[in-house]
Structure formats: structure tokens, C-alpha cells
Nanobody, 123 residues
């Protein structure tokens, strides 16, 4: 059973930083990428960032470009999301997911999802 498990969420103030991690256990297929998505209350889930597993190519949503950094530890099947200069509107549940295929900004191309970790940014 493939199970991504997120950690690192919490309550921070606007402008603060937070680092999320996600470890994917039980992998039975070759990873193409891992990604982060978020879902704010009353809103749809949206793409945040992703990284391809073999080459380490990164992709970011325009709204986080320059503030967030995604990285991976391929040996541990772990991905991290360093979030700087957080904004109150980025309060959401952040989800990690695994992908076997390209098109890594599209949630439909991810096959296993974690339970999410909550991030709250106070103003």
C-alpha cells in the first residue's frame, strides 16, 4: 500500500517560514514526480509545486514562485516544501501526492495522496 505521509504543518504568522515534508512508503512503481497541492476552506484544490524524480526538474504555481522551494531526497522517497514569506491567504490543508506520468501540475495525474497537513497563517 503506497502511502504518502505529510508532516510539518502548523500555525505561523504572516511573513514567517515553514517547511513541509512528505515521505512515500510502500512504492511499487517508478516515481515520475511528487507534488504538493493545497486546499483552502471553501475552495478547490490547487497545484503548488512539483519535482520530477529522476532529473529534479521543479515546477511552481505562479503565486508561490520565488517564495517556495521544493526539493527531494530520492534515496528516502521524501519530498520537502520550504515555504517563505507566508501569507494569510495561504492558509490551507497541504497535500502531498505521487505521480507516474507527466503533466505534473494536474491533480488528475497523481495516483496516491496523503492525508494532508494543515497550515494556518495568521495576519
Amino acid at each position: 500500500q503506497v502511502q504518502p505521509v505529510e508532516s510539518g504543518g502548523g500555525l505561523v504568522q504572516a511573513g514567517d517560514s515553514l517547511r513541509l515534508s512528505c515521505a512515500a512508503s510502500g512504492l511499487t512503481f517508478k516515481l515520475y514526480a511528487m507534488g504538493w497541492f493545497r486546499q483552502a476552506p471553501g475552495k478547490e484544490r490547487e497545484f503548488v509545486a512539483a519535482i520530477t524524480w529522476t532529473s529534479g526538474v521543479t515546477v511552481y504555481a505562479e503565486s508561490v514562485q520565488g517564495r517556495f522551494t521544493i526539493s527531494r531526497d530520492a534515496a528516502k522517497n521524501t519530498v520537502h516544501l520550504q515555504m517563505n514569506s507566508l501569507k494569510p491567504e495561504e492558509t490551507a490543508v497541504y497535500y502531498c501526492a505521487t505521480s507516474r506520468t507527466p503533466g505534473i501540475t494536474n491533480a488528475m495525474n497523481y495516483n496516491y495522496w496523503g492525508q494532508g497537513t494543515r497550515v494556518r497563517v495568521s495576519s
